[in-house]
Nanobody
Framework: QVQLVESGGGSVQAGGSLKLSCVAS????????MGWFRQAPGKEREAVAV????????HYADSVKGRFTISQDNSGKTVYLQMDSLKVEDTAIYYC?????????????????????WGQGTQVTVSS
């Protein structure tokens, strides 16, 4: 059974930085499409960034390009989200996600339905 465990959330002032981590276990493939979604109060869950652990290809939402960086460790089982220049509007619960295929769907990478496994979420709060 695939399990995703996030850590690293917290509170920070606007302009600050946070780094999230997601550790995957129970995954049956050697590579994966892993990424981050977020959900703010009263809003739908939206994609933030994903990475293909087999080759390092990444995708980012326009709202975070240039500010957030997704990366992985050498094992490909831990994915990070470095968040810099944080804005108040980045406040949300951040969820780690992966899909039951060992590759990313580049055309639909941001589609929530493409991801079958989710972590429990970690709160990120950015204050002005």
């Amino acid at each position: 059974q695939v399990q995703l465990v996030e850590s690293g959330g917290g509170s920070v002032q606007a302009g600050g930085s946070l780094k999230l981590s997601c550790v995957a276990s129970g995954y049956g493939y050697g590579s994966a499409c892993m990424g981050w979604f977020r959900q703010a109060p009263g809003k739908e869950r939206e994609a933030v960034a994903v990475i293909y652990t087999g080759g390092g290809i990444t995708h980012y939402a326009d709202s975070v390009k240039g500010r957030f960086t997704i990366s992985q460790d050498n094992s490909g089982k831990t994915v990070y989200l470095q968040m810099d220049s944080l804005k108040v509007e980045d406040t949300a619960i951040y969820y780690c996600a992966t899909r039951d295929r060992p590759y990313c769907n580049s055309a639909f990478w941001s589609r929530r339905a493409d991801y079958q496994y989710w972590g429990q979420g970690t709160q990120v709060t950015v204050s002005s």
